[in-house]
């Protein structure tokens, strides 16, 4: 699997923001993914030393159309801490 298959985008919410000045990570990733994969792929992709991973695995939401039901789609979710010594990614571009 491609380091570009392996991380699929970078979780931007409020809590994923607040802990990106302790050097803490979130990331969507494929499903089929495991930790040694997903530490090889951010250490290629950001060029940054990983020191630990957790995952969790996500179910998807029950949601109504009128009186049709369905779920969304079920997701993998990484929180990526990086070591002390390494540098930061940059997941927003600054000019």
Do not use: C
């Not at 089929?32 to 090889?40: E, G, L, R, V, W």
């Not at 929180?79 to 990614?89: D, G, H, M, Q, W």
Request: net charge positive; hydrophobic share 40%.
């Amino acid at each position: 699997m491609d380091a570009r298959d392996v991380i699929l985008r970078p979780v931007v919410t409020e809590a994923s923001m607040a802990e990106m000045d302790n050097k803490r990570y979130t990331f969507d990733v494929a499903t089929t993914a495991t930790k040694f994969q997903i530490k090889d792929a951010v250490e290629e992709i950001f060029d940054v030393q990983v020191a630990k991973i957790n995952v969790m695995n996500l179910k998807g939401k029950k949601k109504r159309m009128g009186r049709y039901e369905g779920y969304t789609k079920k997701r993998r979710k990484a929180i990526v801490t990086l070591k002390p010594e390494s540098k930061e990614i940059k997941i927003f571009e600054e000019e």
